[in-house]
């Protein structure tokens, strides 16, 4: 085996690859900027190995994780912790890229690679070191958040909304009318809140924008992107803001643990962070609209 740490959001992980997969940086280029060389506590240890897929018939199916538009099947196993198949849905049909199997609390996990390209190699070990890392932190009030980020004056500013619905159009209006803007992640921030403060870091996870920054700032706000004909902004309630985010969060319903971890680490976040629902257009007036009134908040 060969050891390889990172650190994302101050969280440690250590991926261990079987001796003849000498290829990690080939397999996870986006991690290269969350190399770490920190001894001490991790978050989950990750074994990987190349192989045929193991047998998950005999296991119940609870659920599938969407994931960016691949939906990853769930399965229970009986010492109550979980298997996941992991397909990359554009490679013939949906063919299977990687197995994960985990403990009940994801701190021990490994990974088998049972696709025949690069592609679907790194397609699904990205996805099930993505999911160990959400499911593992669930506890330690950090998420991993459906989220574009603009960094603005020091503060990082996460606009959510569905695929295709606008999220990235509006951080990059930002980005080219807002002095002093620029992108932190465009798809899967992590939000920690240590000792009351709520920061949004970079991760080796930003969709189809290779945007992987180890940098983080303190959360300025947090914006539901809607497309509507007119822009305007209203802040949001606690109940209403709570029900916006929930659904923009990496989790697992029928896991108690994980989904208490998450509803918790929301409930702390909206104590000191303003939440607001955005109709707009894609145009530079939306982003003034947003920006003003965030600052006004």
């Given at each position: 085996m060969?050891h390889?740490?990172?650190?994302v959001?101050e969280?440690?992980m250590?991926i261990?690859f079987?001796d003849?997969l000498?290829d990690?940086?080939r397999?996870?280029?986006?991690f290269s900027?969350f190399?770490?060389?920190?001894?001490?506590?991790v978050?989950?240890?990750?074994?990987?190995a190349?192989g045929?897929?193991p047998?998950?018939?005999?296991?119940e199916e609870?659920g599938?994780?969407?994931?960016?538009?691949?939906?990853?099947g769930v399965y229970?196993?009986?010492?109550?912790?979980?298997?996941?198949?992991?397909?990359?849905p554009?490679v013939?049909?949906?063919q299977?890229?990687?197995c994960?199997?985990?403990n009940?609390d994801?701190?021990a996990?490994h990974a088998t690679l049972?696709?025949?390209?690069?592609?679907?190699?790194q397609?699904?070990?990205?996805?099930?070191i993505?999911?160990a890392?959400a499911?593992?932190?669930?506890e330690?009030?950090?998420?991993?958040?459906?989220?574009?980020v603009?960094?603005?004056?020091?503060?990082?500013?996460l606009?959510?909304?569905?695929?295709?619905?606008?999220k990235s159009?509006h951080?990059?209006?930002w980005?080219?009318h807002i002095?002093?803007s620029?992108?932190m992640?465009?798809?899967?921030?992590?939000?920690r809140?240590?000792d009351g403060t709520?920061?949004?870091y970079?991760?080796p996870?930003?969709?189809k924008?290779?945007?992987?920054?180890?940098i983080?700032a303190p959360?300025g706000?947090?914006?539901?992107?809607?497309?509507?004909?007119?822009?305007?902004?209203?802040r949001?309630?606690?109940?209403?803001?709570?029900a916006?985010?929930?659904?923009?969060?990496?989790s697992m319903k029928?896991?108690?643990r994980?989904?208490?971890?998450i509803?918790d680490?929301?409930s702390?976040?909206l104590a000191?962070?303003p939440?607001?629902l955005?109709?707009?257009?894609p145009?530079?007036e939306?982003a003034?609209v947003s920006?003003?009134?965030?600052?006004?908040?």
């Amino acid at each position: 085996m060969t050891h390889h740490l990172y650190k994302v959001a101050e969280h440690r992980m250590q991926i261990d690859f079987a001796d003849d997969l000498t290829d990690a940086e080939r397999l996870l280029p986006s991690f290269s900027p969350f190399k770490s060389e920190e001894e001490g506590n991790v978050l989950f240890t990750m074994t990987v190995a190349r192989g045929e897929a193991p047998d998950f018939t005999a296991l119940e199916e609870i659920g599938q994780f969407d994931c960016g538009g691949a939906n990853h099947g769930v399965y229970l196993r009986p010492d109550g912790g979980y298997a996941f198949e992991i397909s990359l849905p554009e490679v013939n049909g949906g063919q299977l890229s990687c197995c994960m199997e985990a403990n009940a609390d994801f701190t021990a996990c490994h990974a088998t690679l049972t696709g025949d390209t690069d592609m679907q190699h790194q397609f699904g070990l990205n996805n099930a070191i993505m999911m160990a890392f959400a499911f593992a932190a669930a506890e330690q009030d950090t998420v991993l958040m459906h989220a574009s980020v603009i960094r603005n004056a020091g503060w990082g500013y996460l606009f959510t909304a569905p695929s295709g619905t606008g999220k990235s159009t509006h951080t990059h209006l930002w980005y080219k009318h807002i002095p002093g803007s620029d992108l932190m992640n465009d798809d899967n921030p992590v939000v920690r809140i240590t000792d009351g403060t709520v920061r949004i870091y970079g991760s080796p996870w930003s969709g189809k924008t290779p945007c992987y920054r180890n940098i983080s700032a303190p959360v300025g706000a947090i914006v539901r992107i809607e497309q509507r004909p007119v822009n305007e902004i209203e802040r949001l309630k606690p109940i209403p803001a709570f029900a916006t985010l929930l659904p923009a969060v990496s989790s697992m319903k029928w896991d108690r643990r994980v989904y208490n971890g998450i509803c918790d680490c929301l409930s702390k976040l909206l104590a000191t962070t303003p939440v607001f629902l955005l109709g707009c257009r894609p145009d530079a007036e939306a982003a003034h609209v947003s920006y003003d009134a965030i600052h006004r908040a």
